[in-house]
C-alpha cells in the first residue's frame, strides 16, 4: 500500500525537489540522482534536486549530478507539492533546507538509518539495509519502474560506498542480490570502483597520511581519534571531503576497537566522525544529538575541537567498557 501511495503521489505532483543530507556521500548523493533519474525515465518530470554542501569531486561522474543545486541557489520560500529526503536520518540534518521541506504539501522519507524516527508523512526507513540506495532499488522493483543503466549506475554507486566497497557488516545477501541485478543492467563494476576509491589527488594522500601520523591512541590502543583542524586542510590545499575514509583507516589498526575523527568545520563547530567493528557506537552520538548506524555514526558538536574531542571521550568512557 505505501509503496503505491509513493508511486501515485509522483504521478499527481508536478514540482518535486528531493534532498541530500549535508556533507554528501555517495549513498545520498546516489539515491539522490538515481531517484531524479528513475522519476524522469518514468514520469517523464524533473524533479529540483538539492546540496547543502558542494559535490565531492569523487562523485562528479553521477549521471545528472550536475542538475543538483546548492541551497544558496533557492528561493526557500517556495512551495512542492512533493519532497523527498534520501539517506537524510534526522529532520535537524536538512538544516537550511527545512522550510521547504515544512512547507510541502507532501512530504517522504527514504532512510536506512536505525535512529532515523520517522519524520515525514511517508517513510520508508529500512534499518536492516546496507544503505538508502539498497532501499530505493527495492522500492523501484516493488513499484515496478524502469530502471535505466543510469539510474542503476546511481544505486550501484550509493550500495558500493555505504557497503566500503562490500567490506562493511551491513552487506547481506539482499545487498549482493541487488548488486547482481544492478550489473545485470549494465553496471561497470570495475569503472565506478575506479571513479570511488582510485581518484585520489597527491594532496589528498599526502594529507591523509599527515593526519594519520598525528592519531592519538587511548586506552591501551582500544581507541583512536585524529583532530583535523581548517589551516591543514588549507595547507594541504584540499577539499571538505577530504577526511573520507580515515575513520576506517585507523579502525583497521589493531587492537582498535573505537575509531574517531574531529574536524573543524569552524571555530565553534566540530564534526565527528565515529566508526567500529564491535561496539554501539550510535547510541555515544545519539547522547550528543547525532546518530547513524551501530557501527558508523557521527555527530555535529557545537563547540571548538578540544571540547568536541572531550565530549565524545567522556561518553564514551560513561557508556562503554573496553
Avoid at 540534518?93 to 507532501?106: G, H, I, Q
Wanted: proline content about 3%; charged content about 20%; hydrophobic content about 40%.
Amino acid at each position: 500500500m505505501e509503496t503505491s501511495q509513493l508511486d501515485n503521489i509522483i504521478k499527481s505532483s508536478k514540482k518535486i525537489l528531493i534532498i541530500s543530507h549535508i556533507n554528501p556521500d555517495g549513498d545520498t548523493l546516489g539515491s539522490m540522482c538515481g531517484l531524479y533519474s528513475a522519476i524522469w525515465d518514468n514520469f517523464k518530470k524533473k524533479p529540483d534536486m538539492l546540496l547543502m554542501s558542494p559535490i565531492p569531486q569523487t562523485y562528479t561522474f553521477l549521471p545528472y549530478c550536475e542538475k543538483a543545486k546548492h541551497i544558496s541557489e533557492y528561493d526557500t520560500s517556495r512551495e512542492y507539492d512533493l519532497v523527498i529526503n534520501t539517506d537524510v536520518a534526522s529532520a535537524d540534518r536538512m538544516f537550511d533546507s527545512a522550510p521547504l521541506f515544512n512547507r510541502a504539501k507532501f512530504t517522504v522519507n527514504i532512510d536506512h538509518h536505525i535512529t532515523n524516527n520517522g519524520y515525514a508523512q511517508l517513510n520508508f526507513v529500512c534499518p536492516d539495509a546496507s544503505s538508502t540506495g539498497e532501499v530505493l532499488f527495492a522500492l523501484m522493483k516493488e513499484m515496478r519502474w524502469k530502471i535505466s543503466l543510469n539510474t542503476a549506475t546511481c544505486l550501484y554507486t550509493a550500495i558500493l560506498t555505504d557497503t566500503g566497497a562490500f567490506r562493511f557488516q551491513n552487506t547481506s545477501q539482499n545487498t549482493m542480490s541487488a548488486i547482481a541485478e544492478l550489473i545485470g543492467i549494465g553496471v561497470n563494476p570495475s569503472l565506478i570502483y575506479k571513479y570511488c576509491y582510485e581518484t585520489n589527488s597527491k594532496n589528498h594522500v599526502l594529507f591523509q597520511a599527515y593526519c594519520i601520523s598525528k592519531a592519538v591512541f587511548l586506552n591501551d590502543d582500544k581507541i583512536a581519534y585524529i583532530q583535523v583542524y581548517k589551516k591543514d586542510m588549507e595547507k594541504f590545499n584540499v577539499p571538505d571531503d577530504c577526511t573520507e575514509g580515515l575513520a576506517e583507516k585507523l579502525r583497521a589498526i589493531l587492537p582498535v576497537e573505537i575509531a574517531f575523527i574531529v574536524k573543524q568545520l569552524s571555530p565553534k563547530v566540530s564534526k565527528v566522525s565515529m566508526r567500529s567493528e564491535t561496539v554501539d557506537i550510535s547510541a555515544i552520538c545519539a547522547k550528543l544529538g547525532g546518530g547513524g548506524h551501530k557501527l558508523a555514526a557521527g555527530v555535529l558538536i557545537k563547540s571548538g575541537m578540544k571540547d568536541a574531542t572531550g565530549k565524545i571521550l567522556n561518553e564514551i568512557n560513561d557508556t562503554i567498557k573496553l
